[in-house]
């Protein structure tokens, strides 16, 4: 069974940090890219970050560019979301995904259309003022 387990969520002061884990299980890890996606209420989904297997080429969203940094275990198969610096607009569900394709062309794929071929649960994101 494929499962993506988020965690790390919760509500921190504006210029706080969190890190998120996801802990992938039931499928190859090192032939997916593995992304971040987030979406507040009434909002459209955003790509928040991706890394590609292969060469550990990470991406970014430009809103979180410099503040957000991807890290991947391999060993564990986890990817993690180092996320300082944190805004009010930062507050969403985010989600940890998976896309075929262990290339740097499917990391990007994976932050741009936002979707991919397995999906967490989601944890909540909360950035108060």
């Known amino acids: 069974e494929v499962q993506l387990v988020e965690s790390g969520g919760g509500l921190v002061q504006a210029g706080g940090s969190l890190r998120l884990s996801c802990a992938a299980s039931?499928?190859?890890?090192?032939?997916?890219?593995i992304g971040w996606f987030r979406q507040a209420p009434g909002e459209e989904r955003e790509g928040v970050s991706s890394i590609s297997s292969l060469a550990g080429s990470t991406y970014y969203a430009d809103s979180v560019k410099s503040r957000f940094t991807i890290s991947s275990d391999n060993a564990k198969n986890t990817v993690y979301l180092q996320m300082n610096s944190l805004k009010p607009e930062d507050t969403a569900v985010y989600y940890c995904a998976a896309g075929y394709g262990g290339d740097d062309l499917s990391a990007l794929r994976l932050l741009h259309l936002h979707e991919g071929d397995y999906r967490g649960q989601g944890t909540q994101v909360t950035v108060s003022s």
């Open positions: 039931g499928f190859t890890f090192d032939d997916y890219a």
